[in-house]
């Protein structure tokens, strides 16, 4: 029997799957990741799991048509039950999606859904959702129920702790640039995806590759390694992290997104590496995890600099 | 304060606008079809039938490095000074366009230091096309 409780995770975008993998692992869930409905379905009938993750748009059947199955998989197996045999606990399915409009919200709601989260998921509001979830429902297995609440109080009290202490700690995404590793703060990130359909717009400095549409929203993309003056050569499968801030959205193309890390600000170290003058105001500092050196840039300033040259007209 | 007025929100999104569509290296382009007053092969029309001498747009938005360049198809364009004679590489036809599928430029795109003709995108599927004010270029040039 597994010790801890389990979720699955439907999501099509490789990169987003494995960010929020890392996220939903480090609250103490054992994750199964998967890229389709038609995965997840089975996955459902095979294991035993406590909550799903399910992102809507996925190629072929999408998350409000696997839900729906998935409930009809779980009535049909009701109904198959030895008589005077407690019902199952039905699943908590929450939907993940990048629609915020109530007809949106009601649909997956229609189809059998539990919750819903637009998206970006955050390890504040992931922690958060899986505190009211847990509330109003058991856990699908003896005994875990107890402990995830104990270590729940546990992170709320240390949550509790720290408050007015806000900048004790930096949730950071990390990502690669040629062979270094680079963070910025996790707040500033939306969405992770594969760097494709880049349409060039003529007369755009070098460190601005261009635009891409996503679902319908123009965003411009900004080549990190040439921001920051890197002479690496890009990787073969690029990824560009969606960043927000202030309502302005900008795609920024890096070579790979790593990891989610949390480090107490005490461990940032004012820069060694010698960076140009121009670059030096994007760096906040850096910091090592395990031997790995993390160079840890400061998003705001970047974004506000005149490279970027952002409301300038 | 201004009213929604469901109804003509629904009108105005309904409303189409025709753009022909043309490339400049590898970039595609849109602005106004009814601007358009003849498309012409550049390289079979005698250089004396081309008045006022043509403008080729490839150097107007700075294309003129690495660039096919072609420039054989002549677009012969209404502007508000007249009648202008531009030079791009192919005109890739006329389409339809509603205001759903227009978007104004993006921050980044949209600093003082892009060319002022670009005014916005229009969403063809899966391609972007860059919208131009073919009436601001001669005013760019001066």
Known sequence: ?313 | MPMNNPEKDSESLAQTFEIILFKIADFLFGAPAEQISRILNGEKTKPEELSPAPVDLGEIFLLQEGAAVDRSCLLEVDTRTGLQLFRVDTAEGFTNLNLSQIRKLPPLIASKKMNPSFWGFALLGNRIVCLVDLDNLKANQE
């Not at chain 1, 049909?76 to 993940?96: E, F």
């Not at chain 1, 949550?159 to 590793?181: A, C, M, P, Q, Y």
Request: aromatic letters at 4%; one cysteine or more; glycine letters at 6%.
């Open chain 1, 1 to 313: 029997m597994k010790d801890k409780p389990t979720v699955l995770l439907v999501e099509d975008n490789p990169v987003s799957l494995k960010v929020i993998s890392t996220m939903i692992a480090k609250q103490g869930f054992q994750v199964d990741p998967v890229i389709s409905g038609e995965e997840a379905m089975e996955s459902v009938k095979q294991n035993t799991y406590d909550v799903i993750f399910m992102d809507i748009e996925l190629p072929g059947m999408n998350g409000l048509e696997t839900s729906k199955r998935i409930r009809k998989w779980e009535a049909d197996q009701s109904t198959s039950l030895a008589p005077g045999a407690p019902p199952p606990i039905p699943l908590t399915i929450v939907a993940m999606t990048a629609h915020e409009s109530e007809e949106s919200k009601q649909a997956c709601l229609d189809a059998g859904m539990d919750a819903v989260e637009t998206k970006p998921l955050r390890p504040e509001k992931l922690k958060k959702l899986i505190e009211n979830l847990f509330a109003k429902k058991p856990f699908r297995k003896d005994g875990v129920s107890s402990r995830i609440a104990g270590l729940l109080e546990k992170e709320k009290a240390s949550l509790d702790s720290k408050k007015g202490s806000k900048s004790n700690v930096r949730h950071l995404i990390v990502f690669t640039l040629g062979k270094e590793k680079y963070a910025l703060d996790l707040e500033h990130l939306k969405k992770v995806m594969w760097a494709e359909n880049i349409t060039g717009v003529p007369g755009l400095p070098p460190h601005i590759l261009g635009i891409i549409n996503i679902r319908g929203e123009i965003i411009s993309v900004v080549d990190m390694k040439m921001l920051l003056g890197l002479q690496f050569e890009t990787s073969e499968k690029p990824s560009i992290m969606i960043t927000s801030a202030h309502g302005i959205e900008t795609g920024l193309l890096v070579d790979s997104v790593d990891d989610i890390v949390d480090l107490p600000a005490l461990s940032i170290d004012p820069p060694m590496i010698t960076f140009e003058k121009e670059y030096l105001d994007f760096i906040d500092g850096e910091a090592r995890i395990d031997e790995t050196l993390l160079i840890v840039l400061n998003y705001e300033k970047i974004m506000k600099s005149e490279m970027m040259d952002v409301h300038k007209k």
